[in-house]
């Protein structure tokens, strides 16, 4: 859905805005951002809580491409989503942190963001992503991807690991532990990542901060 960001109000929560600065940071220099216990926790556990009590009817199997070209695709990607409206407490508190967010990284890389759209996600045991990536140069769309780990007492063994590919092609690609309040942001058009086999049931939510591509024949929608 459409974000509203400068009807958010202003960033006054120091932690959020120290956050802010990191993430901003990180970007600027590097090109993505991870942050550990990066949320607050009152906010964490409303989205820990949202996803637990969520029927398992809300989730349907992730596919690959948008509208017509989405098609479920095995051996690409396993997972399960449930797309965040903004229809109860939690995903409202979700969705206005997320407005903070792009209204603070507008403010100070111009990146343009326009809208936001997110999906809680599920990987069952088994259940993989695939090496892709968010965006392709030129499309214009995606330009910022966040995930956030909803997952408490996250085991080195649980695997589910997300691995960004960094442009170096000597450099191991950078290794991220789901676990409960971690954060993740990259650039969309510039990160192949991936989401390795998981143990155990893996929670998140996935994100995307985007540019209006709209023009004169074609609206573009968030999703």
Request: net charge negative.
């Amino acid at each position: 859905m459409k974000s509203n960001a400068d009807n958010h109000g202003d960033d006054n929560d120091s932690k959020d805005v120290s956050l802010f600065e990191s993430i901003v940071d990180d970007i600027s220099t590097k090109g993505y951002s991870v942050r550990d216990n990066a949320l607050e926790p009152v906010l964490l556990d409303k989205l820990n809580d949202r996803i637990k009590l969520m029927s398992a009817a809300k989730f349907k199997r992730a596919g690959v491409g948008r509208h017509d070209d989405h098609t479920v695709k095995d051996l690409v990607r396993t997972d399960e989503i449930s797309w965040i409206e903004g229809d109860c407490d939690a995903e409202a508190a979700w969705i206005g942190w997320a407005e903070s967010l792009q209204a603070y990284v507008n403010r100070r890389l111009f990146l343009g963001l326009f809208s936001f759209e997110s999906h809680f996600a599920h990987y069952a045991p088994g259940d993989f992503y695939k090496k892709h990536q968010d965006s392709f140069k030129g499309e214009a769309n995606r330009v910022l991807s966040i995930v956030v780990y909803l997952n408490k007492d996250w085991l080195p063994d649980s695997g589910g690991e997300l691995l960004i590919y960094t442009a170096d092609a000597g450099q191991s690609p950078v290794k991220v532990t789901p676990a409960y309040g971690t954060v993740a942001i990259f650039l969309s058009e510039e990160f192949p990542h991936e989401v390795l086999p998981s143990r155990r049931d893996r929670f998140s939510i996935a994100g995307w901060f985007r540019v209006n591509s709209s023009n004169f024949d074609r609206i573009d929608p968030p999703k």
